[in-house]
């Protein structure tokens, strides 16, 4: 079922559980300066790790100074194992700004120009307008190549690593359209990053990992950094591993896809210190120069005028405060991380988790902010999907419907309602075959999330696996409205319309 398999694949965002006492973290530094803030960001983490959210490694400093540092959690799905501030993690999505950073140098030594065609340094590409600043803003149309492998993989057509030069060869070889003319609208593309990290390859001469290891890692002090690779994978030591919860509380691994290597847009294992190292190094002119981390902090402009908040591997947006905010996150497989600055605040906040929380590392970043600016922050309550689990074989469908409504209507709500732990339950009700339930708990998600495209998905996916074509199609009408320049929504709509 194709509905169960996209919920399953899905990276499911742990929300919380209530405990009855704080778990004190395994490593945790609070200076002197600033005490009442510091104890105050220092209790937060550790009372969202008493819950089951915050497990991970944590850095937040202003102005130089160490608000806090901590290790709370597990490093694997054992449970045995504690996390120290030393452990490195994937930091996924994360890894874009090492890739715009390692252009921008070579911009500088003249060695390539920002405005050129990506095909004059893969002449083999067969998209000849797309240039070097669409790929760095996600304004060049590329099309995604992470699908077209993942059907040739499971069609048996390729047994090979995935890795940059394979991704290319997928892209000459098939030659898919691009989604769009270049420049004329954003779509948030892995598949650029890969092209970036091959032409850092070809213009410096070497492999891109030894690039940014010579360049940045070794120069900025950056000792526990690195790019994953097959022959250095077993290296990574000390190391978090990722891994899942179910709505049962069962833990399961869930790291690394085997021989699958995506260097560029994510691969890069670091430390939150290390990481603070690199945004002490950007901001001060050490890792590019000034101009460029000016540059790579403008946002894009595309052919109409119009401005979209990301630069070079940054996203550029507003705090929950209204502050300007240079930002980006990474989510791959059980590793969720976040590098957030606030410039003109001085702060600094690094998190790396490991247990398939989506949305955590940003709800922290906000309190974060909120307690370093003596604003109250939201309350931590638990995840209504783990009592729901817990009584969805006693309900109907219509009872499911009325219970999740009590509590989403209930003053003061006794519950947090993050989407992807209630997919992870619906994917539970799917595969027990009670779909009429698993509709429930979705169209509801749907209805509590109208702007989220992954809630919108699942419920329209659900609708077709059940023979309700017209809502699935519904579904998608709504996906489109929020995302109208996206060709992949309308191509599964029209494809929809023709069934």
């Known amino acids: 079922m194709d509905a169960l398999r996209k919920l399953a694949q899905r990276m499911p965002r742990l929300a919380v559980v209530a405990l009855s006492c704080a778990v004190l973290p395994v490593f945790a530094r609070v200076p002197d300066a600033g005490p009442a803030r510091s104890v105050e960001v220092a209790r937060y983490f550790e009372n969202c790790h008493a819950v089951r959210v915050c497990n991970g490694s944590f850095l937040v400093t202003q102005h130089g100074k160490v608000v806090y540092q901590g290790a709370l959690g597990e490093a694997d799905a054992s449970a045995q194992v504690p996390l120290t501030v030393e452990d490195a993690f994937d930091i996924g999505s994360v890894s874009k700004q090492f890739a715009a950073a390692a252009v921008l140098r070579l911009a500088k030594r003249g060695q390539l120009a920002l405005d050129d065609p990506a095909a004059k340094y893969l002449p083999q590409l067969p998209y000849a307008d797309i240039t070097l600043r669409q790929l760095l803003t996600h304004t060049s149309g590329v099309p995604d190549v992470f699908p077209l492998y993942t059907q040739l993989l499971k069609r048996g057509e390729v047994t090979t690593a995935m890795r940059g030069d394979e991704a290319v060869a997928l892209l000459v070889q098939h030659k898919a359209p691009p989604l769009f003319a270049p420049g004329s609208a954003f779509e948030y593309s892995n598949t650029g990053y890969i092209l970036l990290a091959q032409i850092v390859g070809r213009?410096?001469?070497?492999?891109?990992?030894?690039?940014?290891?010579?360049?940045?890692?070794?120069?900025?002090?950056?000792?526990?950094?690195?790019?994953?690779?097959?022959?250095?994978?077993?290296?990574?030591?000390?190391?978090?591993?990722?891994?899942?919860?179910?709505?049962?509380?069962?833990?399961?691994?869930?790291?690394?896809?085997?021989?699958?290597?995506?260097?560029?847009?994510?691969?890069?294992?670091?430390?939150?210190?290390?990481?603070?190292?690199?945004?002490?190094?950007?901001?001060?002119?050490?890792?590019?120069?000034?101009?460029?981390?000016?540059?790579?902090?403008?946002?894009?402009?595309?052919?109409?005028?119009?401005?979209?908040?990301?630069?070079?591997?940054?996203?550029?947006?507003?705090?929950?405060?209204?502050?300007?905010?240079?930002?980006?996150?990474?989510?791959?497989?059980?590793?969720?991380?976040?590098?957030?600055?606030?410039?003109?605040?001085?702060?600094?906040?690094?998190?790396?988790?490991?247990?398939?929380?989506?949305?955590?590392?940003?709800?922290?970043?906000?309190?974060?902010?909120?307690?370093?600016?003596?604003?109250?922050?939201?309350?931590?309550?638990?995840?209504?999907?783990?009592?729901?689990?817990?009584?969805?074989?006693?309900?109907?469908a219509a009872q499911i419907t009325r219970w999740l409504d009590q509590q989403w209507k209930a003053v003061p709500q006794r519950y947090d309602f993050p989407g992807q732990p209630l997919e992870q339950v619906a994917g539970e009700l799917l595969k027990r075959k009670a779909a009429d339930k698993a509709v429930a708990v979705l169209a509801f998600n749907a209805r509590i999330h109208p702007s989220s495209l992954d809630a919108l998905d699942s419920l329209a996916d659900v609708y077709r696996e059940t023979g309700n074509r017209q809502a699935a199609i519904e579904q998608l009408q709504k996906m489109i409205a929020l995302k109208p320049e996206s060709r992949r929504l309308r191509q599964r709509l029209a494809q929809l319309q023709g069934e």
């Open 203 to 396: 213009v410096s001469g070497m492999e891109y990992a030894e690039y940014l290891q010579r360049e940045f890692f070794k120069p900025l002090g950056m000792m526990h950094t690195r790019v994953r690779l097959p022959d250095n994978d077993a290296l990574i030591q000390p190391r978090a591993w990722g891994f899942i919860v179910r709505p049962d509380g069962s833990r399961k691994p869930f790291d690394q896809i085997p021989n699958f290597y995506p260097v560029g847009p994510g691969g890069i294992y670091s430390t939150t210190h290390d990481l603070q190292l690199w945004a002490d190094a950007l901001q001060q002119g050490r890792a590019i120069s000034k101009a460029n981390w000016a540059l790579a902090t403008t946002p894009a402009t595309l052919s109409d005028g119009s401005k979209v908040p990301y630069g070079f591997g940054f996203k550029l947006v507003d705090s929950a405060l209204g502050r300007r905010m240079v930002t980006h996150g990474g989510d791959w497989r059980g590793f969720k991380s976040d590098l957030t600055l606030l410039p003109e605040q001085g702060i600094q906040i690094v998190m790396l988790t490991n247990n398939a929380q989506d949305d955590s590392v940003e709800a922290a970043r906000d309190a974060v902010e909120a307690i370093l600016a003596g604003k109250p922050r939201p309350m931590l309550r638990m995840s209504v999907h783990w009592d729901l689990y817990k009584q969805a074989d006693g309900l109907d």
